[in-house]
């Protein structure tokens, strides 16, 4: 029981009562199985059918494609309190994760869920006819040919963008979207499968999805080095498998800004702006 102070339930009593709780929930995990992972879920557009370990359920802020404004900084917010509990309760903390969320909310959760502050993540992602893979930086990187495109742009920019286009290619939407918000990169970069060394239909082993995370991530922090930009912001554009995504918010700590965009395709520009953070700036309490 938890004693509040005054006779009506304010806001910052709700958030310790829930703290309080994820506490307890995460302790009893760990008493029932110290030295095993813990499960995290993720839920989006529709509620998880069964909850496992310490499950974030925001389906009920999306309105299909659609969240409110401010519902990315609320997100990171309850994903960073998620990541603090479990800081908290488990020394070295081992994760397997699942769940159904869109790309840039899949890499804010790889960014929160970081190597950087001592968390060991795998996703484990369903994949029709062959049940589940697990995807973590633990497995041996298998090569996919790439085809990387860079452009230059405006050389008093701070700002880069990358795009992974994988399941489609994207450099024209990217452009589209980076237009009509008036930014002017000083480099962009798209990484795409080279032409026959990979075909839509076919589904990528998560080795290749390691491979083509790290050779994207690679490719702009050289180019970001070239350039010499010390403070550079990275504008994420996302067309590639959940876990993908996953992994590659992993990789986002060394930018000062990252700008996440989420596709539609019945919009114009069809990605848009959802959300701003500091992947080296996230402060676990």
């Not at 709700?14 to 030295?35: N, Q, S, V």
């Not at 001592?118 to 996919?144: H, K, M, N, Y």
């Not at 290619?169 to 990484?191: F, G, K, N, P, Q």
Request: charged fraction near 25%.
């Amino acid at each position: 029981m938890k004693r509040l102070g005054g006779k009506e339930l304010e806001a910052a009593d709700a958030l310790d009562i829930a703290d309080a709780a994820m506490r307890l929930r995460l302790a009893a995990i760990r008493t029932m199985d110290p030295d095993g992972q813990l499960s995290i879920g993720v839920f989006a557009r529709r509620p998880p059918r069964i909850q496992r370990g310490l499950t974030h359920d925001f389906s009920g802020e999306f309105n299909g494609r659609e969240v409110a404004d401010g519902g990315y900084t609320m997100f990171e917010k309850a994903l960073v309190a998620g990541a603090s509990n479990v800081l908290a309760e488990f020394p070295s903390p081992r994760l397997v994760g699942e769940g159904m969320a869109p790309l840039p909310l899949a890499a804010l959760v790889g960014a929160v869920y970081s190597p950087r502050a001592g968390f060991e993540l795998e996703w484990s992602q369903f994949v029709e006819g062959r049940g589940r893979q697990r995807w973590s930086f633990d497995l041996v990187a298998a090569e996919i040919e790439m085809d990387t495109r860079v452009a230059m742009g405006n050389p008093s920019s701070e700002d880069l963008a990358l795009a992974i286009g994988l399941s489609a290619d994207i450099e024209r939407a990217t452009a589209e979207a980076l237009r009509s918000l008036e930014v002017d990169c000083r480099a962009y970069v798209h990484c795409a499968p080279e032409s026959g060394s990979y075909s839509p239909g076919r589904e990528l082993t998560p080795e290749e999805g390691v491979g083509f995370v790290l050779s994207a991530i690679n490719k702009v922090r050289n180019l970001r080095e070239e350039l010499d930009m010390a403070r550079a912001k990275l504008h994420l554009f996302l067309a590639c498998p959940l876990a993908m995504a996953v992994l590659t918010g992993q990789k986002l700590n060394t930018f000062s800004d990252c700008h996440l965009y989420e596709h539609d395709p019945n919009a114009s520009p069809s990605y848009k702006l959802v959300h701003v953070f500091q992947p080296s700036s996230i402060a676990y309490v």
